[in-house]
């Protein structure tokens, strides 16, 4: 694969948690986060740029060099945050590839159609559970 | 009209008052228990406790009824999704937000707002204007401060004066309106002769103001 540059937004666990993975496949990566203290989450290999700064703000992600990015990921803990970063990044700075975390799913449907990748982790957690209680009782989930 | 108010905190208050005087129905949602009270005591309006970035809670205040949704909250992220919840997911006709953030002004345009307000813009352009233009008696911005309408009295020692309104050669991106002359209101010609304390009614594009300014006083002031 290619190396890409990605900038992930939130340096939270799931942040710095995707940071670590990326890092490993040898991408260019910058975290951004609007609180310094957070960017201690981030594994010691790590070898892309940290900017402190809140990417609501436009003047952040254009500091990022958004107009040259293959990939944004925002993880931020706030939906709505994520929500309006992913669009800017996809539908103004036309990042080929935009995949957010949101908590609710019921607002997914505000950026149907703009070819951003939803990773709904409450979603991803009730199909984990169902499967584990399909496997244990020995029937497949729905 | 149906109006959905969401955030805004005790600013709604104000709002709400003159809104429900002028008859419409307000549906208002707001997060802090103790603002809620207070707006539920004072005005007849429908008051819900609550996030109005869920969708659920949109839908169960008859969001499918709104003709107009208002984002007022203090976080530029919660306002899109508010209006864009309503107009993408719910048909609502016309979606405002306000940004804390000029920068974010165009970005939501882009993004589907129909109205977008910065009171940060707004405020800055209102002082602006004040500083060097104190002779202008009214001043109002139409559509969203792409054309502003103004008010100017001539003095005696004006350059336009005596002059004709062809002759005093305004800037060709403004248009005198009207003259108010005592009593009487003249939809003005190029003909028109202009005199000591006329009041001109001026559109023009807000950049070109000082420009109007300078031609009728022949300086800044």
Do not use: W
Request: charge should be negative.
């Amino acid at each position: 694969m290619k190396d890409k540059y990605i900038i992930i937004v939130g340096c939270g666990r799931l942040g710095a948690h995707v940071a670590k993975m990326f890092t490993r496949s040898r991408n260019s990566l910058v975290m951004i986060d609007k609180d310094a203290t957070a960017f201690s989450r981030l594994s010691e290999e790590y070898s892309g740029f940290t900017i402190e700064a809140d990417a609501v703000e436009q003047d952040t992600l254009l500091r990022a060099k958004i107009d040259q990015a293959d990939v944004l990921v925002a993880t931020t803990d706030d939906d709505n945050t994520n929500i309006m970063i992913a669009q800017v990044a996809r539908e103004i700075h036309h990042v080929p590839e935009v995949m957010l975390r949101i908590y609710d799913p019921s607002r997914a449907k505000i950026y149907e159609g703009t070819g951003i990748t939803t990773i709904c982790t409450t979603l991803l957690a009730a199909e984990a559970f169902s499967q584990a209680l399909g496997s244990q009782e020995g029937v497949t989930a729905p | 009209m149906n109006i959905f108010v969401v955030g805004g905190g005790i600013r709604t208050h104000f709002l709400a008052k003159s809104m429900i005087s002028k008859g419409h129905e307000l549906t208002l949602i707001e997060e802090e228990p103790e603002v809620c009270d207070r707006l539920a005591r004072n005005h007849q309006a429908l008051v819900i406790q609550g996030d109005g970035t869920r969708p659920y809670l949109l839908q169960d205040a008859g969001i499918t009824r709104c003709d107009l949704i208002l984002a007022l909250t203090s976080k530029d992220p919660d306002n899109l999704v508010i209006c864009q919840l309503a107009s993408k997911v719910y048909g609502v006709p016309k979606s405002m937000a306000l940004v804390n953030d000029p920068a974010n002004r165009i970005i939501f345009q882009k993004l589907g707002v129909q109205m977008v307000v910065s009171t940060v813009e707004i405020i800055t352009d209102l002082i602006e204007q004040r500083l060097f233009l104190d002779d202008i008696s009214n001043l109002s911005p139409i559509e969203e401060g792409k054309v502003s309408l103004m008010e100017i009295e001539l003095k005696v020692d004006d350059l336009v004066v005596g002059k004709t309104i062809q002759a005093a050669s305004f800037p060709a991106q403004s248009n005198i309106g009207c003259v108010l002359r005592g009593q009487e209101a003249i939809i003005p010609g190029g003909a028109t002769r202009l005199e000591a304390g006329d009041r001109l009614i001026i559109i023009c594009l807000p950049k070109y103001q000082s420009e109007v300014l300078k031609t009728i006083r022949g300086r800044l002031t």
